[in-house]
Nanobody, 119 residues
Framework: QVTLVESGGGLVQAGDSLQLSCAAS????????MAWFRQAPGKERDFLAG????????NYADSVQDRFTISRDNTRNTLYLQMNNLKPEDTAVYYC????????????WGRGTQVTVSS
């Protein structure tokens, strides 16, 4: 079992930056896939950025590649998402997820942290 807890969300203005954190506990490993998703009101949950199995270089959704950076600190079992130049359309609940399988659906999810960007 893995528990994920996101933090760092809040209310910011357009152009501001935020760093989200996701602390993992329980059955964790540096090779597990980890990723960030977000879900805006009335929309589906979208992939933002993630590390594939084996913790190789991250991959990003095209919509955030130039503004968001994902990183992980394996010594602290923590995943981060640095978000720069935030826009009102970035308003959403942000989730982290992990899986002990190299492919397929993510097995474990956090409860999410709200990010609201005002114009």
């Amino acid at each position: 079992q893995v528990t994920l807890v996101e933090s760092g969300g809040g209310l910011v203005q357009a152009g501001d930056s935020l760093q989200l954190s996701c602390a993992a506990s329980g059955r964790t490993a540096n090779t597990f896939r980890m990723a960030w998703f977000r879900q805006a009101p009335g929309k589906e949950r979208d992939f933002l950025a993630g590390f594939n199995w084996g913790n190789i270089r991250p991959n990003y959704a095209d919509s955030v590649q130039d503004r968001f950076t994902i990183s992980r600190d394996n010594t602290r079992n923590t995943l981060y998402l640095q978000m720069n130049n935030l826009k009102p359309e970035d308003t959403a609940v942000y989730y982290c997820a992990t899986s002990d399988a190299p492919i397929g659906a993510y097995a474990y999810w956090g409860r999410g942290t709200q990010v609201t960007v005002s114009s």
